[in-house]
């Protein structure tokens, strides 16, 4: 067998101006909202933004930036009931 890698990147650009939830690495802080973009370091751009912690809803953020380092999961596209356009 064999490893073959995988780019990521087309499947960012899939999730474009869908709603998506970006988990933390550390702790249970999720961001939910609208994919507005990313770039070649693969930062996201998020819009109508929620900040989730331990699955309870703390606050509505807006427009964000998150740093690829910080985050490790993508769920595309999110199921939530809370995301307003």
Same mark, same amino acid.
């Given at each position: 067998?064999?490893f073959?890698?995988?780019? +990521?990147? +087309?499947?960012?650009?899939d ?5 998506? @939830? @970006? /988990?933390?690495? &550390?702790?249970? #802080? ?6 507005? *973009? *990313? ?6 751009? $998020? #819009? *109508?933004?929620?900040? =989730?912690?331990?699955?309870? =809803? #703390?606050?509505? $953020?807006?427009?964000?930036?998150? /740093? &690829?380092? *910080? %985050?490790? $999961?993508?769920? +595309? +596209?999110? %199921? ?6």
């Amino acid at each position: 067998m064999s490893f073959v890698p995988i780019n +990521p990147r +087309p499947m960012l650009q899939d999730l474009v101006n869908k709603d998506i @939830v @970006v /988990r933390l690495k &550390w702790g249970e #802080t999720e961001y939910h909202g609208r994919l507005v *973009s *990313s770039d070649s370091y693969m930062n996201i751009q $998020l #819009t *109508s933004a929620q900040e =989730f912690i331990d699955q309870k =809803f #703390t606050s509505d $953020l807006g427009q964000i930036l998150i /740093r &690829w380092v *910080s %985050s490790s $999961l993508y769920a +595309p +596209p999110s %199921s939530r009931k809370a995301l307003v356009d």
